[in-house]
């Protein structure tokens, strides 16, 4: 079998696409051979993935980074033509157009585009509406993250069950910063006006993460706590769409993108993560902090419930004042932060990075057998 894998995305700070597909390659490559070959299409210039450095069954191709209408009607298909003949292209939240007759597999992260249309700008909403229903109803098989994602996919778009598969996001083994990482992290987060302690949120600036919402309880829970007053919010993560002009607030510091250093080393150093997103088809960022031995302050919401369970505070995303005793029941008691630790390395687990190859090999190979 041959499934190429679209993985222009990597390198364009698209934040959970580029998390997802990392995560997928890596179970990929983690689990046992089974004859198929992944062809793996990156931009001109972006780092080969190191655990499918040398691996013959993950030739890997270059592509020129091109906006997303030409990528998927032009560049990809000429792509996949020079592989004679393939079972299966895999590609993040579209897919070639059906004139080009590829055999796809589609990953949809979440449809909050179709729930929360008001967080997108008009072109983005319609573009996506026109499109991710159609392409996922002629998908060979659609990949999802979560069962709350499945769901939606089915009873949204009408989708055959038996062709929504969910690939959950990985948690990968914390790996400690080496000390000239650690080292430079601190030294640039302290340049940005960073110090301990702090509470960190991490992620895109997308009108649903909720971080104006949190901005206000964070302000509410510094009044009602000394302990929370002492602490700085971090704020990492870039604009989704055009930023909307920022009031200074006291203990805020927004540091906008950060690498992938500077981020392990905030989820590492913080007292907890705070992540109260109003609609989320899995959520990485509590996940990651969990593995990192960091408590979690998260939303009650289906996804982070499910990815979550017992092992943050969840609390009402639209209930600032929540949210505020939520950062303050998370700064002043050690013995809860202590026991979220605990329960989310157990939680981790179950989010192992074999399990994801195993069921997107499992995806793949049903999807090669299903009728056109």
Request: hydrophobic letters at 40%; aromatic letters at 6%.
């Amino acid at each position: 079998m041959q499934v190429v894998l679209d993985a222009s995305p990597l390198g364009t700070g698209r934040g959970g696409d580029e998390t997802y597909l990392r995560g997928l390659i890596d179970g990929l490559a983690a689990t046992q051979p089974d004859g198929t070959t992944f062809p793996v299409l990156l931009a001109d210039g972006e780092a080969v993935p190191a655990a499918i450095r040398s691996r013959s069954d993950f030739p890997v191709a270059r592509v020129r980074r091109r906006p997303g209408p030409w990528h998927f009607g032009v560049t990809l298909p000429a792509a996949v033509r020079g592989y004679g003949r393939v079972d299966l292209v895999h590609s993040v939240t579209h897919a070639p157009p059906s004139v080009w007759r590829l055999p796809t597999a589609m990953t949809i992260g979440d449809l909050s585009f179709l729930h929360r249309p008001q967080d997108y700008p008009k072109a983005v909403r319609l573009r996506l509406n026109a499109l991710v229903p159609r392409q996922a109803r002629s998908a060979r098989v659609v990949l999802v993250p979560s069962e709350f994602s499945r769901r939606d996919v089915i009873e949204s778009y009408g989708v055959d069950p038996s062709r929504v598969r969910v690939v959950p996001n990985c948690s990968r083994r914390w790996q400690p910063l080496s000390p000239e990482d650690e080292e430079q992290a601190a030294a640039a987060l302290a340049s940005a006006g960073v110090h301990a302690p702090f509470i960190v949120y991490v992620g895109n600036l997308h009108p649903r993460k909720n971080v104006g919402r949190l901005l206000d309880a964070f302000r509410i829970a510094r009044h009602n706590s000394g302990p929370v007053a002492e602490h700085q919010l971090v704020i990492a993560g870039r604009h989704w769409w055009e930023p909307s002009a920022e009031e200074p607030a006291d203990g805020v510091v927004r540091l906008g993108a950060v690498s992938d250093v500077v981020r392990r080393y905030l989820q590492q150093h913080a007292t907890g993560l705070a992540y109260v997103s109003l609609f989320e088809g899995f959520g990485l960022p509590p996940l990651e902090a969990m593995s990192a031995r960091t408590p979690v302050l998260g939303s009650r919401i289906p996804a982070l419930e499910e990815v979550c369970g017992d092992a943050a505070v969840l609390v009402d995303p639209l209930d600032t004042e929540a949210i505020a005793d939520g950062l303050v029941r998370l700064v002043e008691s050690p013995e809860l932060r202590a026991d979220l630790v605990e329960r989310g390395l157990r939680r981790c687990a179950r989010f192992d990075v074999r399990q994801t190859g195993r069921l997107a090999r499992a995806a793949f190979r049903d999807g090669i057998c299903m009728p056109r």
